[in-house]
């Protein structure tokens, strides 16, 4: 296959800010609670890219049919976005990406039909025959639009304005639709892979978390840990997943792993989230 822009792409990222940045130039949108996600497209062809660059295509087969729709039968463009899960009442759901996660084919099949995905899209790479890494956020977000102007169902367009009123509105009443906080771009800005070029700010919150598993680092699988899973029980006393902590660094990492060692012996032996392990 070939693409306008050959995967995998690292996407831009965003740096933690304590305030909504205020000023001209700055663009607000929604943070969403998904998996980050770029999609590459030419023609029939579609890719879906995780952030630490694996395809996605598996685990989210339901959103490959509106994805070629997108745009039209001959489209061709490289659409970064979040790809996210809601629940009948409207609430994004996390753990329902998690459990996606899974080897087997028929139990992906299964989740997809039971709570299909959607692709929120949040910027646009290239489009067309053109490129648009370098050129402003405010001219590929205008690009954007134009190429979800009529979307398919479970393809979205992110909210986007650049009045502080309205992002710190936002701000307040997304939180009760499970949304994180807001991210902040630069209207100027090309698109910068893997580097901390947006804000993104989040609501503060505090908690005494139960540590119930980890994920490897991509880099040093088996010699340094990613991210530690965290969960709260709930009033019937299950153990609810809320979320992953990995602001550590390197060195932090590689300790981890001799510190967990002697919680790996039998840990699957009963564990609440052994099914999505």
């Not at 995905?117 to 067309?128: G, K, Y």
């Not at 908690?207 to 010699?223: E, I, L, M």
């Amino acid at each position: 296959m070939s693409f306008l822009i050959e995967p995998p792409i690292a996407p831009m990222l965003a740096k933690p800010t304590p305030e909504i940045p205020t000023g001209d130039g700055w663009c607000y949108e929604p943070k969403w609670d998904g998996f980050r996600a770029l999609v590459f497209r030419d023609g029939d062809e579609v890719l879906i890219q995780s952030r630490d660059l694996k395809p996605l295509n598996r685990y989210f087969p339901e959103l490959e049919a509106p994805l070629r729709a997108l745009g039209g039968p001959d489209a061709r463009f490289v659409v970064d976005g979040e790809v996210v899960i809601a629940r009948e009442d409207g609430r994004l759901d996390f753990d329902a990406l998690l459990l996606r996660i899974h080897p087997a084919a028929s139990r992906v099949k299964l989740l997809a039909a039971e709570s299909p995905a959607s692709f929120v899209a949040f910027d646009c790479l290239a489009e067309a025959d053109d490129i648009l890494r370098d050129m402003p956020f405010a001219e590929r977000r205008a690009r954007l639009e134009r190429l979800a102007a009529d979307p398919p169902e479970s393809v979205l367009l992110t909210p986007m304005t650049t009045d502080p009123a309205t992002a710190h509105r936002w701000f307040e009443d997304f939180e009760g639709a499970g949304l994180d906080g807001l991210v902040a771009k630069r209207s100027e800005a090309p698109y910068a892979p893997a580097k901390r070029e947006m804000a993104k700010i989040k609501h503060a919150r505090t908690a005494d978390c139960v540590v119930a598993g980890f994920r490897w680092h991509k880099n040093g699988p088996g010699t340094m840990v990613g991210s530690l899973l965290l969960g709260l029980y709930n009033d019937a006393g299950n153990l609810q997943h809320v979320g992953v902590t990995s602001s550590f660094t390197m060195d932090k990492r590689r300790e981890l792993v001799a510190f967990l060692e002697p919680y790996r012996a039998d840990a699957l032996d009963g564990h609440p989230w052994r099914e999505w392990r």
